[in-house]
């Protein structure tokens, strides 16, 4: 069946380092792939999104390409801010699903000044 | 806009007591859906409806779940007895039935002793 796997966190870095969150994923066809963010205390809030392969999706100094050779869509920032601190979820759909969302175990990210 | 509002914010109960969850989607969207995140992991799919239909229940415990979209637009999702394993948040969100204008409410936090 079609799933996601995440690296697993918590991941802790300084502010102003390189972030990458990697995602892979499962799935026949041609998914729409998402990294979808979570603030404490906050609800689920679309980041970027990528609708076909080698699309690249980008927000808020993320960015994310997909690749279909790979099955990823790794998340990237090239310098993160204590702002930033949130757990992050990459998240698949099929488009004959009607918007149905299959996310990862999500990745907690913690960012010291 | 208007989000998506779901009521209570959080819930404790004992288990084998009912407990339910309200949720007002945004105005116009058809598609309205219940994830449940356990904590640690990504949310997963309950029940998803289009209108007031059923589309997917398939991940519903049915024996304890249910869930209704009377005159389609708000929904209750029910819990009923409950147990120790249903802690987790409950997600309410709502799309125009596809990849697009997805919106997710700030969750229920159920706790069950």
């Known amino acids: 069946g079609n799933s996601v796997t995440q690296m697993e966190g918590p991941v802790t870095l300084s502010e102003e380092a390189f972030l990458t969150i990697n995602c892979t994923y499962t799935a026949t066809g041609y998914p729409s792939l998402f990294w979808y963010v979570q603030y404490p205390g906050e609800g689920l809030q679309l980041l970027l999104k990528?609708?076909?392969?080698?699309d690249k999706g980008s927000n808020k100094g993320f960015e994310a390409t997909y690749r279909k050779e790979t099955t990823s869509f790794h998340l990237e920032k090239g310098s993160v801010q204590v702002s930033d601190s949130a757990v992050y979820f990459c998240?698949?759909?099929?488009?004959?699903?009607?918007?149905?969302?299959?996310f990862g175990q999500g990745t907690e990210l913690s960012v010291k000044p | 806009e208007a989000g998506v509002a779901q009521s209570p914010r959080y819930k404790i109960i004992e288990k084998r007591q009912s407990v339910a969850f309200w949720c007002n989607p945004i105005s116009g969207h058809a598609t309205l859906y219940w994830y449940q995140q356990i904590l640690g992991q990504g949310p997963k799919l309950l029940i998803q409806f289009q209108n007031n239909g059923v589309v997917d229940d398939s991940q519903l415990p049915k024996d304890r779940f249910s869930a209704e979209r009377l005159k389609g637009v708000d929904s209750t999702l029910k819990i009923q007895p409950a147990k120790l394993e249903d802690s987790a948040v409950y997600l309410c969100?709502?799309?125009?039935?596809?990849?697009?204008?997805?919106?997710f409410g700030s969750g229920t936090r159920l706790t069950v002793v």
């Open positions: 998240a698949l759909s099929k488009d004959n699903q009607g918007g149905k969302l299959i």
């Open positions: 969100a709502s799309s125009f039935g596809d990849n697009y204008g997805y919106t």
């Open positions: 990528a609708t076909k392969a080698d």
